[in-house]
Every structure is written in structure tokens, then in C-alpha cells.
């Protein structure tokens, strides 16, 4: 797996006003991965960093940012009246790779940033092409009553999904259950025994979101490839 050494060091670059690394592979781009964190972290964590170092050195230029509830306080989880605003920040950022790289742009986001991505996206169709989405916290732990599938039927775009079996946050059949409602190819990969965090090390999950997107992905890009950008309505 390609790791961040200094050749490899991605750049830091503005994005209002949060911490942003662009991931810019050594071959000609082939697409792009807007890539963001969850409620508990931010776009250092060591998953983020494996995902984007795994699809950099597959030639995809890749964008890992800052939520801006995490701009707004380094530590801490986000409050539910600005998931909007989180669901800009998003749009934004895929924006802006999009001035970076053309092709088939993926949106990638861990729990909390996976589900505001795969809302936003559900929004406004046509802003990203498909999802990656690392342990989609589907329900609050103990609380499959309160599951968040409401925006799920309107997404129209094929969607990945990785998740541990060991996820408080949604079983392996609750979460194939809610992905039966998205009316667009999807695929689950289970890793057995893994919690919401994946474990990145021990499970290789960085690795299996490139071979599951390629898997699911490969004809879509194909067909995107040929069409213009479609920008993200990030103001």
C-alpha cells in the first residue's frame, strides 16, 4: 500500500478557512475522491490518511478535508442544527476538486461526514458521482428504531458502503436492508468482527474502499468520463 512519505506528501491547501490536504497522484488523474471525517475526528485520522495514500498511488487525485463543525472547534461532536452547514462545506470541497481533475469525482465520508455526504448528494444530484462511505451510521447505538434511511430513496448514484460487524450502529442485515432502498447499484463489504472505526490496520479497510469502488464503479465511469463538470451548489 503506497503510505505518505515525503515524496508523496500531499499539500496543504485553503478551504474555507479549515485544514485541507490535496492528494495529487505522480500519473495522469483518472478521477477524483472528495474525502472527509466523522463526529469524532477529523481528516488526519489514520483511516483517511491510508484511503487517500491507497487511491493517490491508483492515479485518482484525492482532497481530504475538515468538516466545518470541526473548524468551528477543534474537538467535540457537531450540533444537528448546522448538519446544513456541514453539507455545504461538503459541496464545496467537491467544487474545488473539480477544478483539480476531471473524470468520475467520489465522495468518501466516515460515519457522521459519510451520512451528511450521501444527504447532500441525494439533494443535488449530479454534484458527485458515487459514495463511499465508511461505517454509515445507520441508527444511534441501541436505537434501530431511529434509523436514517429518509433521504435513501432518493439517491441515483452507485454507493459503496463498508462496515464492521461489530458496529453499534447498524447490523450487517439492518444496513442491507436500508441500502435496498437507494434505487442505484450498491454494494456492502462486511469485515468480520471489525467496529465503527474499521480498524485500519488490522482490516486493510483502506484498501477494500479502492477494490469495492472500482468493482461497483467501473462502468459509471466510463459513461461520466465524457460529460462536462457539474458543479455542487456550494454558495
Known sequence: MPELDGSDAP???DLGGGVAFLHTPSIPSRGGLALTH??????ESV??????AVWAGAGFTVLRFDLPFRVRKPKGPPHPSYSAEDRLGIAAAVDRLRAET???IAFGGHSYGGRQGSMMAAEHPGCVDGLVLTSYPLHPPGKPEK????HLPEL??????LHGTKDPFGTTSELRSALALVPAPTLLVDFEGAGHDLAAAKYDAAARTLTAAVELFGTEQSDT???????????
Not at 156 to 161: D, E, G, N, S
Open 11 to 13: 499539500a496543504q491547501i
Open 38 to 43: 466523522g463526529a469524532g475526528g477529523n481528516c
Open 47 to 52: 483511516l483517511l490518511q491510508r484511503i487517500a
Open 225 to 235: 468520463s465524457a460529460a462536462g463538470p457539474v458543479f455542487c451548489p456550494s454558495r
Open 156 to 161: 441515483r448514484i452507485p454507493t459503496v458502503v
Open 147 to 150: 434509523a436514517r434511511i429518509q
Open 102 to 104: 476531471s473524470g468520475f
